[in-house]
């Protein structure tokens, strides 16, 4: 485990919650836009929120950032650890960044059995996100359990690429235009990129512990 000032875990772990936030409130805007009879209103609502959050882990990100810096760790662990939390900040960045287009998507219809399988995805990518945060806990203290952890967060990942490559799939045998099916496409793909992000936290993990095992 990576042994430590209390503050700096304290400070990390406050942005890990928050950008976990972020990913709630992002799975209660997919939810609203899914629905049959969207509520636009309660659409920006939600969608506020997030922004909200994500300017909230932003803020947090500094914290963490500086406590990390003013901390008496070695370089090398510093160094480690602003990029573990840049990571993480990252995976709210993804969130917000749907949430920008939302209202360009808007007039996307997916079919019934497809909007299921974008809300299993994202049900999915809140999973990993708790699995993540407790990796990262775990790395302060036990690096079997964090790395136990990380391979779930890798586990999960691969189970929102199977639902991305079934939807895919389907999208190719609509009968609409290129342009329209690219579309349909990029709001795919972006969802499924929150869950890519989080596997490249469960890999800085994988690497810090690897290089205190060698």
């Known amino acids: 485990m990576i042994g ?4 700096v875990v304290k400070r ?9 936030k972020t990913l709630e409130a992002f799975n209660e805007v997919l939810r609203q836009y899914l629905k049959e009879d969207m509520d636009i209103d309660e659409l920006g609502g939600l969608m506020k929120l997030v922004h909200d ?15 990390i810096m003013h901390s008496r760790l070695l ?18 960045n993804k969130a917000e960044s749907i949430v920008d287009h939302v209202f360009l998507f808007a007039h996307l219809k997916f079919p019934e059995d497809m909007r299921g399988q974008l809300a299993q995805i994202m049900e999915i990518t809140v999973k ?47 009968d609409v235009s290129i342009a329209e099916k690219y579309v349909y496409l990029n709001f795919i793909e972006k969802l499924a990129d929150i869950s890519d992000a989080l596997e490249d936290v469960a890999s800085v993990v994988e690497q810090i512990i690897a290089i205190r095992q060698i």
């Open 75 to 92: 370089p090398e662990t510093k160094v480690e650890l602003m990029r573990l939390v840049d990571r993480v900040d990252g995976v709210a």
């Open 53 to 67: 959050l994500e300017g909230q882990a932003d803020d947090m990100q500094e914290e963490a950032t500086e406590s």
């Open 4 to 7: 430590g000032i209390s503050t």
């Open 12 to 20: 990390i772990m406050d942005h890990m919650s928050l950008v976990e």
């Open 128 to 174: 990993q996100m708790k699995s993540a945060k407790e990796m990262v806990k775990f790395l302060f203290e036990d690096f079997k359990k964090a790395k136990a952890k990380a391979e779930e967060v890798d586990d999960l990942e691969s189970e929102v690429d199977g639902l991305e490559r079934a939807l895919i799939a389907e999208l190719r045998r609509w």
